[in-house]
């Protein structure tokens, strides 16, 4: 029996990637810098909250939370920065 032979990845970012990562969220910060909820929710995932965590954190309804994503989600789909494969 053949065991294949997984080489495990090193958990922590490159220099290359972490910049990378800052440079895309400055970017999609200057995109909501008029949207102070939106901003909000992307401080809280950038810290690992959840959607209720951020909601009572920062005193915003479940509706004006779901607003402000689908808002989020509009503006990237439309400035093409999404995960998805192209």
Known sequence: ???????????APT?????SARQE????????AGDA?????IAG???DLSAE?????HGISRTDYDSAR??????L?????TCEPK
């Open 1 to 11: 029996m053949k065991l294949a032979m997984w080489k495990l990845r090193d958990p």
């Open 45 to 47: 995932l950038a810290d």
């Open 25 to 32: 969220l400055t970017a999609i910060k200057k995109l909501f």
């Open 15 to 19: 220099p290359e990637r972490s910049l």
């Open 53 to 57: 965590q951020i909601r009572s954190s």
């Open 37 to 41: 909820v939106a901003l909000k929710i």
């Open 77 to 81: 789909l439309r400035e093409g920065l």
């Open 70 to 75: 689908k808002r989020m989600r509009r503006t």
